[in-house]
């Protein structure tokens, strides 16, 4: 499913139009987007948390070399799905 598509659900379960629901729809990818850049959880009940999480630096193996080298720290994101999403999914 594509972010055009998801607009088009908005605008048919709602009545908005297909530009409200797409600018809806950008400007709730947007706010999450700066709220895991600040650091900060985004928890949606029903749905599951975010979270951007720090990778420690680690030792790896370049596989065609064999040569051990330093992975550097990272941050990632995380998502949990909650135990609703998860129950939802696994009745199916």
């Known amino acids: ?5 998801i607009a088009e659900q908005i605008a ?3 009545g908005l139009t297909l530009k409200v629901s797409q600018d809806i729809l950008e400007k709730l990818l947007e706010t999450l987007k700066l709220t895991l850049e600040t650091g900060e959880k985004i928890k949606v009940a029903g749905f599951g948390n975010f979270e951007v999480k720090q990778k420690a630096d680690r030792r790896g193996r370049n596989p065609q070399t064999g040569e051990t080298i330093t992975i550097t720290s990272r941050k990632i994101l995380s998502w949990k799905p909650s135990q609703v999403l998860k129950a939802i999914i696994n009745k199916g």
């Open 12 to 14: 048919t379960n709602t």
């Open 1 to 5: 499913m594509t972010k055009a598509d």
